[in-house]
């Protein structure tokens, strides 16, 4: 098992249990003077009733709480509050560390109410548990519960007992728990990118909910490509499990996040003062990304060429660095699209590029040729070029050539480009020529202009460009353009 897995377990069964208890204790509490309110008790036939449900509901030990309601439940099963009273008794037991009684409330509640939130919210909770503890089969019904959850929760009714602002909180809580369910099962499934989407709802719920602040670490730094923002919250879990004195669970993560910092960074430098300093901070600084240096690889180096320039600014090597790796992730799928859109708006009504190469094979219909510094250098074939007519005098292998064309297709292994109607631009065309001057060159760019270089012997030769030509001491004088 993978560690990640090891301790998503470990840390979701150690601190589950506590976390919805504390959203399970957001109850409808009545002020202390309503149990003797008139205008309280005035609304029922049979005051007793109301009286029964607030002495209940104003039990503190959970357990008596909970056997409370349950009383008040079979006592008046056609009262208005028998809802909330069920409600209530479930959020009773699960407070009082016994979720088989709570589970067997909530399947009763369920038959009457199918669209109960809190029911829905406990079954979620209970299957994100077990499924936690090795039960797969579990989840699926946890999933169920949380997808009805949140579809119904618009719908919500305030409890009477309730203020506004205690809905208000309520609600958000429900919603955590829903989504952290959702988030959990994206993540079994490592379905990264919406696993970031369903913990991030659960984490603004609760930002102190250890199992979901570290489960939206693991989705970042497990996802491609990492999100940095990962580490912030590995560090922020570390400082929760230690402000929760579990020290056993802040080492585990700390251990798993720092091995994943390691690999991004390089090195484990500056992770130790990150853990010191999240301690202190409720939320990630704006920059925090930027500010861990990446040990890129090259598909991360292609997301980040597009993180700091637009598509449409980008030059041909750059085009192929994307494009090349399209196919790696769903990210760099966006990416390449954005890209081969940008080179497509280009072309719009039937504009041509211009595209800067070094020739590697030349025939009078084709040419193929390397566009970046290091297809250049290994000579590797990345454009091939189409003539919209047959070219003569060839360009040298090995020059450095421009060309128009229209790009037509590209594949990403091995990356090629597919330029058509194809045509030399004017500063490759051959240049005027005229007598070699002394000291004659030591060195030439490849650029293809060919010259005909006039030899002493009277003889002719065709060279890549003047320059080379004139290198040549046996050359008097070079023309423009091939030897015929």
């Given at each position: ?275 010191t300093r999240v301690a202190n901070e409720d939320a990630p600084p ?164 060919p010259a005909c270089g006039q030899l002493r012997d009277g003889t ?25």
């Open positions: 098992m993978a560690a990640w897995r090891w301790l998503v377990i470990v840390v979701a069964t150690a601190c589950a249990v506590a976390s919805f208890n504390a959203a399970a204790q957001t109850a409808p509490q009545a002020p202390a003077s309503s149990a003797g309110s008139p205008a309280q008790r005035s609304s029922f036939a049979n005051p007793a009733e109301y009286d029964s449900y607030m002495a209940a509901l104003n039990t503190k030990d959970p357990a008596r709480r909970a056997q409370a309601m349950e009383v008040f439940i079979a006592w008046y099963p056609g009262s208005v509050l028998r809802l909330d009273a069920h409600e209530q008794a479930i959020s009773a037991w699960q407070a009082a560390n016994q979720p088989a009684k709570a589970d067997v409330l909530v399947a009763r509640l369920l038959q009457v109410d199918p669209d109960n939130v809190r029911a829905l919210a406990n079954r979620a909770y209970v299957g994100r548990l077990k499924a936690s503890g090795g039960d797969a089969a579990a989840l699926a019904a946890a999933v169920t519960a949380s997808e009805r959850g949140l579809a119904v929760m618009p719908k919500w009714q305030k409890p009477a007992l309730l203020d506004d602002a205690g809905f208000a909180q309520l609600k958000e809580q429900m919603a955590g728990i829903f989504n952290g369910v959702l988030g959990f099962a994206a993540l079994q499934a490592k379905d990264y990118d919406k696993a970031r989407d369903y913990y991030r709802v659960a984490v603004e719920a609760d930002p102190t909910n250890l199992q979901d602040v570290y489960q939206y670490s693991v989705v970042q730094l497990e996802g491609s490509p990492v999100d940095a923002l990962g580490f912030w919250y590995g560090a922020r879990a570390i400082a929760i499990a230690k402000a929760a004195k579990n020290d056993s669970a802040a080492q585990d993560i700390d251990r798993y996040v720092r091995s994943r910092y390691s690999v991004y960074r390089g090195s484990e430098q500056g992770w130790d003062g990150i853990v704006a920059n925090f990304r930027k500010s861990i240096p990446r040990n890129m690889t090259p598909p991360e180096r292609a997301l980040e060429i597009l993180e700091d320039n637009e598509p449409a600014k980008l030059t041909p090597p750059q085009w192929v660095f994307v494009l090349r790796h399209r196919d790696v992730s769903p990210a760099n799928k966006r990416a390449a699209d954005a890209v081969w859109k940008a080179i497509g708006d280009r072309q719009q009504g039937g504009q041509r590029l211009k595209l800067p190469f070094k020739v590697v094979t030349a025939t009078p219909e084709r040419i193929e040729g390397a566009i970046t510094d290091e297809a250049r250098a290994r000579n590797v074939v990345e454009l091939e070029v189409t003539m919209m007519r047959p070219l003569s005098p060839l360009p040298a292998v090995g020059s450095n050539i421009f060309m128009f064309g229209t790009l037509s297709d590209y594949r990403t292994q091995p990356f090629l480009f597919r330029l058509t109607r194809a045509e030399l631009a004017p500063e490759s065309l051959p240049v005027a020529g005229g007598p070699c001057a002394d000291p004659r060159p030591q060195m030439c760019t490849k650029d293809y202009r002719r030769k065709t060279y890549s460009n003047a320059c080379s030509a004139c290198s040549d001491p046996q050359v008097v004088t070079q023309g423009a353009g091939a030897c015929p």
